[in-house]
């Protein structure tokens, strides 16, 4: 029988899993953590969390930087890693 979660373990989860599938609907350009803050409705820091977590999994990488539309400050862009898809069975 598989061991219960933490609650916070698993809405980390359920966020993480939300930014992937959100960013592979943009695979080529990417999105800023506050592009997905904005569209996922999550608190920024908590974007800027998972994102560091999907990071060190290498399951996302960060682009080169370019403005954003709503700020007009340079953000650097992150994307689905190369490989990732085999990672996320694993990992999530």
Do not use: W
Not at 49 to 60: A, P, S, Y
Request: hydrophobic fraction near 40%; proline fraction near 8%; charged fraction near 25%.
């Amino acid at each position: 029988m598989p061991r219960a979660l933490h609650p916070e373990r698993e809405q980390a989860l359920i966020q993480q899993r939300a930014i992937l599938n959100l960013l592979q609907l943009s695979p080529v350009t990417g999105l800023s953590r506050n592009e997905l803050s904005r569209a996922l409705g999550y608190p920024l820091q908590s974007i800027c969390g998972r994102i560091g977590e999907l990071k060190k999994n290498r399951l996302v990488t960060e682009g080169e930087p370019r403005r954003d539309p709503f700020t007009h400050r340079l953000v650097k862009p992150v994307r689905v890693a190369a490989g990732a898809a085999a990672l996320m069975d694993e990992l999530l």
